[in-house]
């Protein structure tokens, strides 16, 4: 009969591993996402800055912030071409091709 014991405490282990390997798929991101505060401007000082909340969400480099009711789509593979993106302690900068910035601060 002992040799049953070690069968009873592995049958447990590996339904739960087999339970936990189905829960998530393997290789799943989620984004990092938090409250901000951004800075709209353009290049034409005629414009007003625009500053307010935002959502700012990052998966794998490839960023998106949500500001009022517009969406702004920073992906990685565009860097360079369509904006440029700028990094310090107090925030992310993305100067974009047609003269406007977009700052998000963690403040």
């Known amino acids: 009969m002992a040799l049953h014991q ?3 405490l592995t049958s ?3 339904l739960l591993s087999t339970l936990l390997a189905f829960a998530e798929p393997t290789g799943r991101v989620h984004a ?7 800075l709209l ?3 034409s000082p005629a414009v007003q800055v625009e500053s307010g909340p935002c959502r700012f969400s990052q998966r794998q480099g ?3 912030i949500i500001f009022g009711d517009r969406a702004f789509d920073f992906p990685v593979s565009e860097s360079g071409l369509r904006y440029q ?3 310090s302690t107090a925030g992310i900068r993305f100067d974009m091709s047609g003269g406007s ?3 998000v601060l963690w403040r």
């Open 62 to 64: 490839n960023v998106t």
């Open 85 to 87: 993106r700028s990094n």
């Open 32 to 38: 990092d996402s938090t409250i901000a505060h951004c």
């Open 101 to 103: 910035s977009l700052e």
């Open 41 to 43: 401007s353009d290049s």
């Open 6 to 8: 070690p069968l009873k």
């Open 12 to 14: 447990p282990l590996l």
